[in-house]
Structure formats: structure tokens, C-alpha cells
């Protein structure tokens, strides 16, 4: 079992940062973060495994930097030159079972409540 809690989300301006935390309970194999836009499906935009091998969304990358401390359990995703495509509910989920570079949220067991980020002129 695992409990993820996620933090940091909040209102920024149009090519604004943010910097987003998500604390896990355990030692994951992987870490993802997905995010769900008003209106649209949950996406993955970034991976970490805990060797620190990382994948991105197409969409994302040169933007999200995904990062890590082991020894903290504490995940980041770094956005840069924030736009209003980018506001959403973001989400951290763990796998305990493998890792993975997968993007798909089905690969992931533990979610957390997510953190809002809303990007508005």
C-alpha cells in the first residue's frame, strides 16, 4: 500500500512556472504525473523511474522537467512557459509493481487527490 499526496498547484499568468511536489509513503518503482483538463481525458506527461530514467508527452517536453529525491520520497514537475493549455487538475500516481516509462494511467496503482493549476491572463 501507498498514499501519494501531491502539492503546489495554484494561478499563474501565461508563461509563468510552477514547480508541483508529490510525496509518497513508500519507495515506488515509478512515478508519473497525468493531467486532466476541463473537458478532456486524463493525460501522462511525465515519468521517473526510480533509477531516474524519464519519459514525456510529446506535448510537453523542453517545459515539464520531471525530478526526484529518493530520500525524501518527493517527486517534482518542474513547468516552465506556462499557457492556458496547461490548466488542469495535475495528478501523481505510483507503481509499486514495475518500472516503466509508461505514460498510461492504468500502469499506475496509487493516485493521488491531485493539485490544481490554472493558468489565466
Known amino acids: 500500500e501507498a498514499q501519494v499526496v501531491e502539492s503546489g498547484g495554484g494561478s499563474v499568468q501565461p508563461g509563468g512556472s510552477l514547480t508541483l511536489s508529490c510525496t509518497a509513503s513508500?519507495?515506488?518503482?515509478?512515478v508519473g504525473w497525468f493531467r486532466q483538463a476541463p473537458g478532456k481525458e486524463r493525460e501522462g506527461v511525465a515519468v521517473i523511474t526510480k533509477e531516474g530514467r524519464t519519459n514525456y508527452a510529446h506535448s510537453v517536453k523542453g517545459r515539464f522537467t520531471i525530478s526526484q529525491d529518493n530520500a525524501k520520497k518527493t517527486h517534482y514537475l518542474q513547468i516552465n512557459s506556462l499557457n492556458l493549455e496547461d490548466t488542469g487538475m495535475y495528478y501523481c500516481?505510483?507503481?509499486?509493481?514495475?518500472?516503466?516509462?509508461?505514460?498510461?494511467?492504468?500502469?499506475?496503482?496509487?493516485w493521488g487527490q491531485g493539485t490544481q493549476v490554472t493558468v489565466s491572463a
Open positions: 513508500t519507495y515506488a518503482l515509478t
Open positions: 500516481a505510483a507503481t509499486l509493481r514495475w518500472l516503466t516509462l509508461s505514460l498510461y494511467d492504468n500502469d499506475f496503482e496509487y
